[in-house]
């Protein structure tokens, strides 16, 4: 199963690549270099296919738990003053995505969406300490029962240049439920409320829609 987000760069790589394909038996003589070429088309056919994919996860929802909204590897866990919604002291946790890990976001909580404001900013590279602050961002504030408000911030990288945001002010939410799509290499950082259990270590791999980040 592929993102809806990857369905035109898909089309428009399989026909590149057909095209690739066809043009190069007939057009290139040296049977190595056709071969060459060929590979090539496949090869980067293959990343296009890998990077939208779209795994089907069985998420068990639970109130009580916060949990990884992206794959990819828990880079940061600290306690930071988050200066844009809460203006206080929060404990981040941050998961970061290589191009070849799922790109797609998932909501980490149930509940209802307080704040979604997508911010234009620089293409630092995702791990930098300012990407928070000055990459193109969005930042998400889900308010459950049971642990109050959840910031999540989809950050994109170096390669990213575009962020896909479907939380809307107002609407509520479920956890585990597609909530956008970071293109290439990129991070999200979660900002929980001071006394969060955290159950993730630094540079463990998570999974979207099934690690527990946090726990009450």
């Known amino acids: 199963m592929f993102h809806k987000e990857g369905t035109k760069i898909i089309f428009i790589s399989m026909l590149l690549t057909m095209a690739i394909l066809l043009l190069s038996r007939y ?10 070429v060929q590979l090539t088309a496949l090869g980067f056919l293959i990343i296009v296919l890998q990077f939208f994919r779209n795994p089907r996860r069985i998420v068990a929802i639970n109130d009580n738990h916060i949990i990884a909204p992206v794959d990819g590897k828990v880079v940061v866990i600290e306690e930071v003053f988050e200066p844009e919604y809460f203006k206080d002291k929060r404990m981040q946790v941050s998961v970061f995505m290589s191009p070849i890990n799922v790109h797609v976001t998932r909501y980490p909580v149930n509940g209802l969406v307080k704040y979604s404001k997508y911010h234009p900013g620089k293409y630092l590279v995702a791990w930098h300490p300012k990407a928070s602050t000055e990459n193109e961002r969005t930042t998400i ?10 910031l999540y911030r989809q950050i994109a990288g170096a390669l990213a240049k575009r962020i896909i945001n479907y939380a809307e002010e107002g609407t509520q939410v479920v956890q585990g439920e597609d909530a ?37």
């Open 141 to 150: 504030v889900v308010e459950n029962k049971v642990f109050g408000e959840i």
């Open 27 to 36: 057009f290139i003589p040296i049977k190595w270099i056709e071969m060459t």
């Open 180 to 216: 956008g799509f970071i293109k290439f290499g990129s991070r999200v950082d979660l900002y929980l409320p001071l006394g969060s259990k955290i159950n993730v270590t630094l540079n463990q791999v998570a999974e979207g829609g099934k690690t527990i980040i946090a726990m009450k």
